[in-house]
């Protein structure tokens, strides 16, 4: 079946440090990725995706590599800052039998920052 | 920018009541979704609706349904509740019938069954 996983439930960072949040998914016909945080008290929001033809994708501070060899992604936060303080969800797509496609979450990492 | 609003943010119910849970977007998504969000367990899909009056079924849509009747709005319904339905409630739409892309979320209802 089709699962995405995190490694790590919680990473303690300090403030400036680069912060690495890996993912494993196991649906190798996956296409897309996606990364979500989610502050306490809100919705998810979008941080970054990529697509199954890339293997790097940078954003403002922020890192998303892909792995189709050992189905792997990770998200790297450079200058880890306290506001980054959150928990981070994977999330691959996954095509339906209709041809719908949805989205399945990973379990989530929780990233603590301490000044 | 893009607004999901969840009509209501905390909830408090008990066991066999019905159970509404709003959800209106403002940008003219056709897709629409209901998770739930448990710790330790992520994000779970219940139901989604890529049209107005479709609905398919998610992973666990035991003990929901849902509601479409307008573009703009997805209703999850508890038709009796039950205590393991304790649980965050996320809506979540985006515009692409069939397409691949990011989910837009609203804030969440956090729902207790006593």
């Known amino acids: 079946g089709e699962s995405v996983g995190l490694h790590l439930p919680t990473l303690s960072v300090q403030e400036g440090d680069n912060s690495i949040i890996n993912c494993a998914y196991s649906?190798?016909?996956?296409?897309?990725f996606i990364w979500y945080k989610q502050e306490s008290g809100k919705g998810p929001q979008f941080i970054i995706d990529?697509?199954?033809?890339?293997d790097k994708r940078q954003g403002q501070r922020v890192t998303v590599l892909l792995n189709k060899t050992v189905k792997h992604l990770s998200l790297q936060i450079a200058a880890t800052q306290p506001g980054d303080s959150a928990v981070y969800f994977c999330a691959e797509n996954s095509i339906m039998n209709t041809g719908f496609q949805k989205l399945v979450f990973g379990t989530g990492t929780r990233l603590l920052v301490s000044p | 920018d893009v607004k999901v609003t969840q009509s209501s943010r905390y909830l408090v119910k008990r066991t066999g009541e019905k159970v509404f849970l709003e959800c209106v977007q403002d940008m003219d998504h056709e897709n629409m979704f209901w998770y739930r969000q448990d710790p330790g367990l992520g994000l779970r899909l219940i139901y989604f609706?890529?049209?107005?009056?479709?609905?398919e079924k998610g992973d666990i849509p035991e003990g929901y349904s849902v509601s479409r009747e307008k573009k703009e709005r997805f209703s999850l319904i508890l038709e009796s509740a039950s205590t393991n339905q304790t649980s965050m409630y996320l809506c979540?739409?985006?515009?692409?019938?069939?397409?691949?892309?990011?989910?837009?979320f609203g804030e969440g209802s956090r729902l207790t069954v006593l």
């Open positions: 979540a739409s985006r515009p692409n019938r069939i397409n691949t892309g990011e989910l837009f």
């Open positions: 649906n190798s016909a996956s296409d897309y």
């Open positions: 990529i697509r199954s033809n890339m």
């Open positions: 609706s890529y049209d107005v009056k479709m609905k």
